[in-house]
């Protein structure tokens, strides 16, 4: 049983512009929802992260949006860059803590 | 600040052999989790640890996986004995205490069953 997923799993972006990537999930239990990115060969880093009473969190280019009636948040990079280019997971968790239930990634490409 | 620390950070070895992995998580962390992420999937759960006990084990294959944290720092987990299908890479995380959402990874332990 899937709870976490990632349907996408690339997207290429040029240099400069929106990368908008998604995930959906089927637990309406889920409190805190995260996004991961991850290099090969390392582990993942923690980006970005939103609590399920919000709809919107902003950090500097990354910004997560959550639509908790349609189950679906998706993470926004804006400007692109070269140096985004990445595997990144969403994560899910509730009841405060615990273990994390992963989707199955994204690879972005951000070409030059 | 260090980060969190696995080694070995790849490890080749033969169907029916024992491997251990070892992490050492950010300094004061009270929970520590292992995952195991199979190519092309996210991280998955195995254990989790706060302090020296376990909270969740629930997704452990008891038979031939074991995890601990004796002293509520360092942990060991030990895979004996191995099959083709426990190639992954084996992920150590840690967080502040049990409440808190963000955990922070280290670099992972690559094994290949052959």
């Known amino acids: 049983d899937q709870q976490v997923k990632q349907n996408s799993p690339s997207l290429s972006v040029q240099e400069g512009r929106i990368s908008i990537l998604n995930c959906d999930y089927t637990n309406s239990m889920f409190d805190y929802f995260l996004w991961y990115k991850k290099y090969p060969a390392e582990g993942p880093t923690f980006l970005i992260s939103?609590?399920?009473?919000?709809d919107k969190n902003e950090d500097g280019r990354f910004t997560v949006f959550l639509n908790k009636s349609a189950k679906h948040l998706s993470l926004h990079i804006v400007p692109s860059q070269p140096g985004d280019s990445a595997v990144y997971f969403c994560?899910?968790?509730?009841?405060?803590?615990?273990?994390?239930?992963f989707g199955q990634g994204t690879e972005l490409s951000v070409k030059p | 600040e260090a980060g969190v620390a696995q080694s070995p950070r790849y490890k080749i070895i033969e169907k029916r052999q024992s491997v251990a992995f070892w992490c050492n998580p950010i300094s004061g962390h009270a929970t520590l989790y292992w995952y195991q992420q199979i190519l092309g999937q996210g991280p998955k759960l195995l254990i989790q640890f706060q302090n020296n006990g376990v909270v969740d084990d629930s997704q452990l294959p008891k038979d031939r996986f074991s995890a601990e944290r004796l002293k509520g720092v360092d942990s060991t987990l030990k895979i004996q004995p191995a099959k083709l299908e426990d190639s992954a890479v084996y992920l150590c995380?840690?967080?502040?205490?049990?409440?808190?959402?963000?955990?922070?990874f280290g670099p992972g332990t690559r094994l290949t069953v052959t």
């Open positions: 939103i609590s399920s009473i919000k």
């Open positions: 995380a840690s967080s502040r205490d049990r409440v808190t959402y963000e955990q922070y």
């Open positions: 994560a899910a968790s509730w009841n405060q803590g615990g273990k994390l239930i």
